[in-house]
């Protein structure tokens, strides 16, 4: 699965703030900050906080660009 945080770091500029600002107001760690930069997987509760402070919704943060396939057994 292939996901992209740009949303995420476009909404942080419209609001006038920095990744410092947004990762130290969400209490993340600078590797979990590093994984949203790399548009890789992370946790719900991180999306959740940081939510919290842009005051939005998970859906405004992230798109998923590419879906895994399934197989059917």
């Known amino acids: 699965m292939e996901i992209s945080y740009k949303k995420l770091f476009v909404m942080i ?9 947004v990762r130290k107001a969400a209490k993340l760690s ?5 994984k949203l930069k790399k548009n890789k997987l992370v946790a719900l509760d991180v999306l959740i906080r940081i939510c919290a402070v842009l005051q939005c919704q998970v859906g405004e943060l992230m798109e ?9 057994s």
């Open 30 to 34: 600078t590797s979990t900050f590093d």
């Open 64 to 72: 998923i660009i590419k879906y895994p396939e399934l197989n059917e």
């Open 13 to 21: 500029v419209e609001k006038d703030m920095t990744n410092a600002d």
